[in-house]
Nanobody, 118 residues
Framework: QVQLVESGGGLVQAGGSLRLTCEAS????????LGWFRQAPGKEREFVAA????????YYTDSVKARFTISRDNAKNTVYLQMNSLKPEDTAVYYC???????????WGQGTQVTVSS
């Protein structure tokens, strides 16, 4: 079993920054992808960013490109999401996910709330 614990959410004014952290523990496989998703009130969960095991592959949804940066530290089993130039539409619960294959996200964290005020 794998556990994912997110931290770093909070309330910030538009234009501000936050850094989310997600630590994986338990029986992680030798290599896995890590990602961030978010769900705003009344909306479906959506993909935000992902990073490959080596860190050389990073992927973003269009709305966060050039504002968010995903990174990881494999020695700490941790993934980060640096969020800059935050907008009110970024307000959501942010979830960390771990994927052991190229086509699935197998484990999810409990989420951390990010609120951006205008």
């Amino acid at each position: 079993q794998v556990q994912l614990v997110e931290s770093g959410g909070g309330l910030v004014q538009a234009g501000g920054s936050l850094r989310l952290t997600c630590e994986a523990s338990g029986r992680t496989s030798k290599s896995y992808a890590l990602g961030w998703f978010r769900q705003a009130p009344g909306k479906e969960r959506e993909f935000v960013a992902a990073i490959s095991w080596s860190g050389t592959g990073t992927y973003y949804t269009d709305s966060v490109k050039a504002r968010f940066t995903i990174s990881r530290d494999n020695a700490k089993n941790t993934v980060y999401l640096q969020m800059n130039s935050l907008k009110p539409e970024d307000t959501a619960v942010y979830y960390c996910a771990l994927g052991t294959t190229a086509s699935s996200w197998d484990y999810w964290g409990q989420g951390t709330q990010v609120t951006v005020s205008s």
